[in-house]
């Protein structure tokens, strides 16, 4: 029986994925499964497709041409779901003959934590190093989502909605990609509210948007989770 790691903290999970992909798991698949029926799909995926192999059998199966494959569980806090990524590299293997696999390099098809955010690659600014790199942006979905909650507080006739958005906007995960997103959704907001209010004398001011430092592993194996749960219910 394969007992995987699931991943309690989404911006955790984020990184380990971006470490995925930037080291050629580019192909992936991804949905979302109850709790109860998570360890059939682990032990099928390990079956097929060796998600079970350490990092010296994975290298070893790279020098032969084969593809490795990973699998990443997050579980969905106040729910009895699961959402599952299964991702591959290129190479000779059975997922990609049985797997409709998209890849995250093509814009259409790009790895997504459900519709708020996608992986992307963006050319990062000389005075942080140069080159190409992995990071997260919000989605289009998300982000018009957050230009009508930021346009409608601005319109409010205080700081009570403005306010609370502008916080919850500020906890988004620091990616790179994010936090470009989040500083022009802030020049939409201080436009608006210059516009609406006529100065920004009352236009809250945020603290500084934090970056996402490397965060240690806060997941927890499958069977203790499936066993947690049987617990919580039982009592």
């Given amino acids: 029986m394969f007992d995987p790691q699931v991943h309690i903290h989404k911006t955790v999970l984020m990184q380990r994925l971006l470490d995925a992909v930037s080291r050629g798991y580019h192909f992936h698949v991804a949905g979302t499964i109850p709790l109860p029926k998570a360890q059939r799909l682990a032990d099928k995926f390990s079956e097929r497709y060796a998600v079970h192999r350490n990092e010296c059998q994975r290298a070893y199966a790279r020098s ?56 992307v690659r963006m050319t990062r600014r000389q005075n942080r190093g140069g080159g190409a790199v992995w990071t997260w942006r919000m989605t289009n979905e998300c982000s018009t989502r957050w230009r009508v909650r930021i346009l409608l507080a601005c319109r409010g006739p205080g700081v009570a909605e403005i306010g609370p958005s502008i916080r919850s906007l500020y906890r988004t995960p620091g990616f790179s990609g994010i936090r470009q997103q989040v500083g022009e959704l802030m020049v939409l907001a201080r436009r608006e509210w210059r516009h609406r209010h006529g ?37």
């Fill in 64 to 119: 032969k041409g084969r593809a490795n494959a990973r699998l990443f569980l997050l579980a969905v806090p106040g729910s009895t779901d699961l959402l599952w990524w299964l991702c591959a590299t290129s190479g000779v293997g059975s997922i990609h003959d049985e797997e409709t696999l998209r890849d995250s390099r093509e814009q259409r098809t790009r790895l997504r934590i459900e519709t708020d955010y996608e992986a």
């Fill in 199 to 235: 100065s920004l004398d009352h236009f809250p001011v945020p603290l500084a948007l934090p970056y996402v430092e490397r965060l240690p592993d806060t997941s927890i194996r499958l069977s203790e989770l499936i066993n947690n749960r049987a617990s919580d219910v039982s009592c």
